[in-house]
C-alpha cells in the first residue's frame, strides 16, 4: 500500500480515497473484498480515524464501497448504469458500457393473464398471453429476474432464440417500442427469486413494472423485473 503525503496540499482524506481507488483500478482490491477497519487503516496510513472514516464515507457515498451493518466494509459490485430515457435494452445498455451481457431462458409458454395484463394489453376474452422468464446476467453476475408478457398475436417469438435480446428480435420484425410506463417498488427475494439472484431469502429488491406501447399507441407487453439493486442503478433526467 501507498504512503499519504502529510506535506501535500491534497487533503490526506481525498489522498486515501485516490489510493483505495487506484488498488480497485489495479486489481489489488477486487469486487467483493473486505477493506480493513478504520483502525487499521489508521494504522497503516497513520493518520486518524476521522480522516479514514472521511475518506469512506465518500467512498460509499460515490457506490465504490459498500457497508454491511455487523460485517465490514467492501468493495462494491460494479452497477449497470440503465438510462430510462428512450428505450435501450438491457443487452445494449450492458454493450454501451462495455459489460459483457448474458441471459438464460428458463420458461416460454402460454399462460393465464394477470390483472395488469387484463388493463394493459388490450386481450381478447380468454386470451393467454405469451410467458417469457429469463435470468438477465452482467459479467456473469445474475442481477435480473425478468418475466415478460406478450398478446398471443406475437406467437413468432417462440420460434426465435429467446436467450438474445428481445428488442432486437422485434425490431427485425418490423415492431419498435416508442413509449412505456414504468412503476417502481420494493419486494423482498422469494425462494426462486433468491436462489436465480444469488441472494438471501428476504433480501430487499427492486420491483419494476413496464407497459411498453408501440408509435400508434398500441401496447406491445408487459414485464416484471426483480433487480438485484447492488449490481443496477436507473437514471432518469428531468427537464423543465
Do not use: W
Request: with cysteine; aromatic share 8%; net charge neutral.
Amino acid at each position: 500500500m501507498g504512503k499519504l503525503n502529510k506535506n501535500s496540499s491534497v487533503p490526506l482524506y481525498q489522498q486515501l480515497i485516490d489510493e483505495i481507488k487506484s488498488q480497485i483500478t489495479q486489481g489489488d482490491l477486487k469486487e467483493g473484498d473486505k477493506i480493513p477497519t478504520e483502525v487499521e487503516l489508521s494504522e497503516i496510513y497513520n493518520v486518524s480515524r476521522i480522516t479514514i472514516r472521511k475518506a469512506i464515507e465518500l467512498l460509499v457515498e460515490d457506490e465504490i464501497l459498500i457497508k454491511r451493518q455487523g460485517i465490514g466494509t467492501f468493495v462494491a459490485a460494479k452497477k449497470l448504469n440503465r438510462n430510462m430515457n428512450g428505450f435501450m435494452g438491457f443487452s445494449q445498455s450492458c454493450l454501451a458500457e462495455g459489460r459483457r451481457p448474458g441471459t438464460q431462458l428458463m420458461k416460454a409458454d402460454l399462460a393465464d393473464p394477470t390483472l395488469n395484463d387484463k388493463e394493459s394489453l388490450n386481450l381478447a376474452e380468454n386470451e393467454k398471453v405469451i410467458r417469457i422468464i429469463r435470468l438477465r446476467f452482467i459479467d456473469d453476475y445474475p442481477v435480473m429476474l425478468e418475466e415478460n408478457h406478450f398478446p398471443t398475436k406475437y406467437a413468432f417469438l417462440f420460434g426465435k432464440n429467446l436467450n438474445s435480446s428481445l428488442y432486437q428480435i422485434l425490431n427485425e420484425a418490423g415492431i419498435y417500442m416508442s413509449r412505456g410506463v414504468k412503476q417502481f417498488g420494493i419486494c423482498y427475494a422469494n425462494d426462486l427469486e433468491a436462489e436465480s439472484l444469488n441472494v438471501k431469502k428476504g433480501t430487499a429488491l427492486l420491483m419494476v413494472k413496464d407497459v411498453s406501447y408501440d408509435k400508434e399507441g398500441i401496447p406491445i407487453h408487459t414485464c416484471k423485473s426483480i433487480i438485484n439493486p447492488e449490481r443496477y442503478k436507473f437514471i432518469v433526467t428531468t427537464t423543465s
